[in-house]
Every structure is written in C-alpha cells, then in structure tokens.
T-cell receptor
C-alpha cells in the first residue's frame, strides 16, 4: 500500500518570504500522480498543484512550484512571496495512475500547518 | 450545482445514536468519494462510488458504517450506534470519471465539499 509522509507538523514564514513544505511517499508503482492541497478554516480542500510522475519537468502554478525527485520519492512544495491568504493546512496526496477501480482514491499525508507572519 | 454540497455542516449526537450525512456532488460527476478527517490528521479514505455502485469500500472502519448513492446523484453516509471515536470531519468529493464497458477513460480531478463536523458526546 502507498503511504505519504509529511514530517513538518507546523511551519511559519514571514510575509513575502519563501517557504518549502516537505513530502515523501512510498510506492512500488512507476506511474502515479502527486498533489498538494490547501485546506483553509472553511475545511474545503483546494487543489494547489499537481504533478504527473512520468513528467520530468517540475510543475509550477504562479507562486507555487514543486521539486519532484522521483528516485528519492520526494515531492516538496515551494511557496514564493508568501501572502497572508496562504495561511492554511497543506496536504500532500498520492493517486495511482492505474485505471482499475480500486486505484482511484487519494492517499493523504498528515498535513503541515502553515502560518504567515505579517 | 456549482460545487459539492454537504449537509449538515455540523452535527452533535449522543453516543449510541445513528447519524446520516449527506453529499450532493456536482451534476454530471460520475465518481464520489467519502473521507474522514480526525482532528489534526490527514484524510482517511472511506468509500468510492462509480455511479451507484461501490467498487472500493475498503476504508469503511467497521460494519457500523455504510453508504449508498442514488444513480449519479446524492450519497448518504450512515453511522450506526455512534461512538466517541467517530468524532471527525467527514468530507465528500466528486469527479467526472467516464467509463465504458467497465473501463475507466479518465479522471478529471476532484472537487471537495466543506464537510460535516460530527461530534459524538
């Protein structure tokens, strides 16, 4: 079974600075998807960024980028120019790329609480 | 609807009572998922629906938990004889995952609801 580990329960950063959240995962599969989700106090999970394992190029979405190291099974999220609205819980998640019906679920890490200091 | 809607938003129940949690997915979304999130924890998968069948219910923690779905519409998660350890936020997500002949064609990503916070006292 796949597992996802986030080793930083809490992180804080000054507004406008850069912060990196860590994520490692364990899988025997070669093809899969990795995600970072943001969960504000409203509880709704919001997709921040997605990476396909077969792509070597790291995904970027505006101020958010990832460092995907497939051999090391590492998938960190970098937030540049941090803003107060970035404060939230951040979850790393894994999903198999297999098409069988048992492979459709997301496997989540334990989360990192990010605080932005003004 | 415009998003995934869950009701009630909050539920307080006495230990031993049954509860029903409701999820209205985005119209046209074929797949629906239930997750449980305990305080300060990540999301635990409970069950996955494709249409009104549940091909993966491996995450249901005990036979006190059950779920059903009507067509490609509303789903209800039922917890019988609630226990204090059932206290958590229950999140629902839906996605458009077309299938043909039993084969999944694509999965276009998940949209989550805002969850139901269940407190068992």
């Amino acid at each position: 079974a796949q597992t996802v580990t986030q080793s930083q329960p809490e992180m804080s950063v000054q507004e406008a600075e850069t912060v990196t959240l860590s994520c490692t995962y364990d899988t025997s599969e070669s093809d899969y998807y990795l995600f970072w989700y943001k969960q504000p106090p409203s509880r709704q999970m919001i997709l921040v960024i997605r990476q396909e394992a077969y792509k070597q190029q790291n995904a970027t979405e505006n101020r958010f980028s990832v460092n995907f190291q497939k051999a090391a099974k590492s998938f960190s999220l970098k937030i540049s120019d941090s803003q107060l609205g970035d404060a939230a819980m951040y979850f790393c998640a894994y999903r198999s790329a297999k098409w069988n019906q048992g492979a459709q679920k997301l496997v989540f890490g334990q989360g990192t609480r990010l605080t932005i200091n003004p | 609807g415009a998003g995934v809607s869950q009701s009630p938003s909050n539920k307080v129940t006495e230990k031993g009572k049954d509860v029903e949690l409701r999820c209205d997915p985005i119209s046209g979304h074929t797949a629906l998922y239930w997750y449980r999130q305990r305080l300060g924890q990540g999301l635990e998968f409970l069950i996955y629906f494709q249409g009104n069948s549940a091909p993966d219910k491996s995450g249901l923690p005990s036979d006190r938990f059950s779920a059903e779905r009507t067509g490609e519409s509303v789903s209800t998660l039922t917890i019988q004889r609630t226990q204090q350890e059932d206290s958590a936020v229950y999140l629902c997500a839906s996605s458009f995952s077309p299938r043909t002949g039993g084969f999944l064609l694509a999965n276009y990503g998940y949209t989550f609801g805002s969850g139901t916070r269940l407190t068992v006292v």
